[in-house]
């Protein structure tokens, strides 16, 4: 069965530190692949996705990821992290077959960041 | 309001009761999803509309769960018999054929 994994369950870090979450996925086919992310009280909000074309993505907030299909793998970075960047971060994918909608989520990552 | 939204925000209930979850998805987007997380866990796929009609209910875990979309808009996800192991945050989403999809607070089940 399709599976995503992320590496880091809790990350802390201090301002201004770079940041860098990996995320992995099982399946040899083409994907669309999403990070979301859920600040404290509030509900899961779209960061950053890749369809197709450049690997690299950017998203909101100074956010981008990189897809490496070689790898299977769709990391997270930022270079200066804020304090208000603290949250839950999930990683999802979709495989792209046929009428397929649903989206496989990682486990997420929780990001403390100390001021 | 433009977003997702789910009623009731908690619901706490015992064992054995049925309890209906509401979700009521942004203006126009003609899909519809339900997803479950439990503590600690990413969320879970249950089902996907495609407008009325149930595109892929793969993932609802047995027949005590049951989801409709009568009219292409507002859904209910319907669960029988709860049990404990139940609980979890049930999360809603919509969005315009296969774009991204929005996703609303959730609706956290207890049963006790």
């Known amino acids: 069965a399709q599976s995503v994994s992320q590496h880091n369950h809790h990350v802390i870090l201090s301002e201004a530190a770079s940041l860098e979450l990996g995320c992995n996925y099982s399946y040899g086919g083409t994907v669309n692949l999403f990070w979301y992310v859920q600040y404290p009280g509030q509900h899961l909000q779209l960061l950053l996705k890749?369809?197709?074309?450049d690997p690299l993505v950017k998203g909101i907030k100074g956010f981008e990821a990189e897809f490496i299909k070689s790898k299977f793998s769709f990391n997270l970075r930022k270079p200066s992290v804020q304090w208000s960047d603290t949250a839950e971060y999930f990683c999802a994918v979709n495989i792209n077959a046929g009428n397929n909608r649903k989206l496989i989520w990682g486990l997420g990552t929780s990001l403390a960041v100390n001021p | 309001g433009a977003g997702v939204s789910q009623t009731p925000s908690n619901k706490v209930t015992e064992k054995g009761k049925y309890v209906e979850l509401r979700c009521d998805p942004i203006s126009g987007h003609t899909a519809l999803y339900w997803y479950r997380q439990s503590l600690g866990q990413g969320p879970e796929f249950l089902i996907y509309f495609q407008g009325t009609g149930a595109a892929d209910d793969s993932g609802l875990p047995n027949d005590r769960f049951f989801a409709v979309r009568p009219e292409g808009s507002v859904s209910t996800l319907k669960i029988q018999r709860t049990e404990r192991g139940d609980s979890a945050v049930y999360l809603c989403?919509?969005?315009?054929?296969?774009?991204?999809?929005?996703f609303g607070p959730g609706t956290r089940l207890t049963v006790l």
């Open positions: 989403a919509s969005s315009l054929d296969t774009d991204t999809q929005y």
């Open positions: 890749y369809f197709s074309g």
